[in-house]
């Protein structure tokens, strides 16, 4: 047992990185607490780890007074004196504990404590080594599904792939290895829980990093990202060096940086942006591959409205939105995409529209926001529908249509003073 106890606890020290002596400390405690179990803790019991021998040693304490009235704690003077001369009255005696059945106790505490220690030592060393990662990138094996997500592999410990930092339409089974980026790491009871993203605009930017090493020395930068993890994304670069040119930095030659970071992301499309201090010149390029006309900024609300041919429209929008909304996101304003042809028509308009402002007494922007954008718009609606407007009153609407007759009446007068300028 002393041999084999020994080579347990300096194989765990070692193999699992876990102090030897605090191993021990635990092991003593379990022993100690079984022995005083077995005993109803009627005595005083010391427990101690024998370091030449190996063997787990038990000690009974006993006080030397003149009277015992207490056998298990308290020993008498004469008897004492057998043991130790040179003992005193108050004095506290140690016996050695024999008890028959100890190394089975020993066994079978070492084991359990071992176990459970090693278990509680190691989950503290891999929180402490994870907990300063966050925003790295890591490896692992697909091992298992539960409720929450994908359960990895990642060596020492698993890590989760919640549900909702997984690409939508990537599928996984089990073996499969992946590349996660540690978004969290916190305790729980069952140990450190490791949070990983395959979604996390940071996840590219960490790749680009790895792969591109202008980047990773600080010559490029990364301003901004957004991305519709699986479908597209737009990364903003910046360089510090002016003969060093970040896009073409980003792709390599032939494409293979950037072609190596789409295939980690399973052919998502990227656009590489180049940043801007000038928001219209970066709107520019974000909205790319559009063409723009031209774009009216308000600083205070974080407003672009972005003027395109009508033929870029399409292209300017993308599919469901995509290209404005990602553009939008990677600028930190909203940006509202109108054709040439619509601008004119709100713009032509819109001295009519401080025309019905001014008798209806409700702001322009109230019409905007519930949809009508042109007098065309407002005359089509039902008196529902302009019931919707903010400030609208049944008085207001019998107004609206009384200045409505007017300009309608007013532009047919200008139009036919056009066409006969005789008149």
């Not at 190996?54 to 004196?81: C, M, R, Y």
Request: glycine share 6%; net charge negative; with cysteine.
């Amino acid at each position: 047992m002393s041999l084999e106890l020994r080579k347990s606890i300096d194989h765990i020290s070692k193999e699992r990185r876990i102090d030897r002596d605090v191993l021990i400390d635990t092991l003593e405690e379990a022993v100690r607490t079984a022995v005083n179990k077995k005993f109803h803790n009627k005595l005083d019991i010391e427990v101690n780890f024998n370091e030449e021998t190996g063997d787990i040693e038990a000690h009974q304490f006993k006080i030397v007074l003149e009277e015992v009235e207490d056998p298990n704690t308290e020993i008498s003077l004469e008897e004492a004196k057998k043991v130790d001369p040179n003992v005193e009255l108050e004095d506290e005696l140690g016996f050695k504990l024999h008890v028959e059945d100890l190394g089975r106790i020993a066994a079978q505490s070492a084991k359990q404590v071992i176990i459970q220690r090693m278990r509680d030592a190691e989950q503290e060393i891999i929180y402490e080594e994870f907990k300063n990662r966050k925003g790295e990138i890591i490896s692992g094996t697909i091992q298992r599904r539960d409720r929450e997500g994908w359960i990895v592999n990642l060596g020492r410990t698993e890590a989760i792939l919640p549900k909702d930092e997984q690409i939508p339409r990537e599928h996984y089974k089990r073996g499969d290895r992946l590349q996660g980026y540690i978004i969290d790491v916190h305790k729980e009871g069952k140990g450190p829980q490791i949070v990983l993203s395959r979604s996390h605009p940071s996840f590219m930017e960490a790749l680009f990093k790895l792969e591109v090493p202008e980047i990773s020395d600080g010559t490029i930068k990364v301003m901004s990202v957004a991305r519709d993890p699986g479908s597209r994304a737009k990364i903003a670069l910046l360089s510090r060096d002016r003969d060093v040119d970040p896009v073409g930095a980003c792709v390599g030659v032939k494409g293979s940086r950037i072609n190596k970071i789409v295939q980690e992301f399973k052919g998502e499309k990227i656009d590489l942006v180049l940043w801007n201090p000038d928001i219209t010149t970066y709107a520019v390029n974000a909205l790319s591959p559009a063409r723009i006309s031209s774009i009216t900024v308000d600083e205070d609300d974080k407003f672009l409205e972005v003027v395109v041919p009508d033929n870029q429209h399409k292209l300017a929008i993308g599919q469901k939105g995509q290209n404005v909304k990602l553009a939008s996101k990677l600028l930190g304003w909203k940006i509202d995409v109108i054709t040439e042809s619509k601008y004119g028509e709100i713009y032509n308009t819109q001295p009519d529209f401080e025309q019905i402002s001014n008798v209806t007494e409700i702001p322009a922007e109230n019409f905007a926001s519930a949809g009508f954008q042109t007098l065309e718009d407002i005359r089509n609606s039902s008196d529902e529908g302009l019931m919707a407007v903010s400030g609208m009153t049944e008085q207001k609407l019998s107004e609206l249509h009384s200045a409505l007759n007017l300009l309608e009446n007013s532009n047919s007068e200008t139009q036919e003073q056009e066409q006969d300028p005789d008149n």
